[in-house]
C-alpha cells in the first residue's frame, strides 16, 4: 500500500477495528500490539499484513495504520494516516458504590460510553460488594472506549472508603449526591448551575445511603444534594441516569 491513502482507501477503511494502545502514534510510526490484540486480530478477524485498523492512545487522535507484520512474532502496524484530532471529553467524575458482578460491568461499560472521564468505587457502609477488580474494569473501559469511537479511555480508580472520600474529595470539584430522601434540587437544574465545571456525581448501593452517611455529605459545602425524580431506580440505573441528564445540560451532548 502506498504511503499516501487515497480518498477511496479512506472511505473503505470506515468501520475498521478499534484499538486502544499505549505506545505513541505518528505518521510512519510502527506500533507492535499487544498479546490480546493480536490474538483477536489473527484468530478472531484473521487479519493479515495489508489489512487496515485504527489506532487511538488518549493522546494523539486517531490514526489508520496498516498491519506491516502479522505471524508468530506478533502483530506490528504502521501509522499512515491521522483521521482525527485528539479532544478530551467534559470533566465529569462518577463515585460509585459497587453492586454485584453483572451489574458492575454493565455500569462501566455504559458510564464510559456516556463520556466519565473517572471512574471512582466507594464502599459505603451499606456496600454488598466488598470487593473490586481493578483489572476487569479497566478491561471494560477499554473496550466500550474502543467501540463508542472515544479518544481517551476514562482513569479507573482504585476503591475508597465512603469516609475517604468525602475526606480527599477536591473541593474545587462540585459534587451532586444522588440523594433518594429529603429535600434536593432537580438534576437538571444542578447540571445547569454547573456550567460544565469540574463536577462529581455520587450514587449509593442497593440499599441507599445509611442516614449518618447522608448527613455527612450533605454537610459539605461543595456538596449539592440532587433528585432524580419520583421512583426509585436501581444504585446502576441511578449513576447511569445521572450522567446523561448531566451531559445533556452541562456535557458534550449539549
Not at 490514526?63 to 508468530?72: C, D, M, Q
Not at 460544565?196 to 450514587?203: A, C, D, H, K, V
Not at 445511603?209 to 455529605?217: G, I, L, S, T, W
Amino acid at each position: 500500500m502506498s504511503e499516501e491513502l487515497n480518498k477511496t482507501e479512506l472511505a473503505e477503511a470506515g468501520g475498521k477495528t478499534r484499538l486502544y494502545v499505549t505506545a505513541d502514534l505518528g505518521e510512519g510510526v510502527a506500533v507492535t500490539l499487544d498479546e490480546g490484540q493480536t490474538h483477536y486480530l489473527l484468530h478472531v478477524l484473521r487479519a493479515r499484513a495489508g489489512n487496515l485498523i485504527s489506532l487511538f492512545n488518549g493522546r494523539d487522535g486517531e490514526w489508520l495504520a496498516e498491519i506491516a507484520e502479522a505471524g508468530k512474532r506478533g502483530v506490528t502496524a504502521t501509522c499512515r494516516k491521522q483521521t482525527a484530532g485528539q479532544h478530551g471529553t467534559p470533566d465529569i467524575w462518577l463515585a460509585f458504590a459497587p453492586v454485584k458482578k453483572t451489574p458492575s460491568d454493565y455500569l462501566v461499560q455504559k458510564a464510559v460510553e456516556l463520556g466519565v472521564s473517572v471512574l471512582q468505587p466507594v464502599f459505603t457502609r451499606r456496600t454488598i460488594v466488598t470487593r473490586i477488580n481493578e483489572e476487569r474494569m479497566a478491561a471494560n473501559a477499554v473496550e466500550a472506549a474502543e467501540q463508542s469511537e472515544r479518544l481517551t479511555v476514562p482513569e479507573i480508580r482504585a476503591g475508597v472508603s465512603f469516609d475517604k472520600l468525602l475526606a480527599s474529595w477536591p473541593t474545587e470539584r462540585r459534587l451532586l449526591f444522588c440523594d433518594e430522601g429529603g429535600d434536593a434540587k432537580a438534576m437538571t437544574q444542578a447540571a445547569r448551575e454547573s456550567r460544565g465545571g469540574p463536577t462529581g456525581i455520587l450514587t449509593g448501593p442497593e440499599g441507599g445511603f445509611d442516614p449518618a452517611e447522608r448527613a455527612a455529605v450533605r454537610a459539605l459545602p461543595f456538596v449539592v444534594p440532587v433528585s432524580l425524580g419520583p421512583r426509585i431506580l436501581r444504585a446502576d440505573t441511578a449513576a447511569l441516569a445521572a450522567l446523561a441528564i448531566w451531559q445533556s445540560i452541562a456535557g458534550d451532548w449539549s
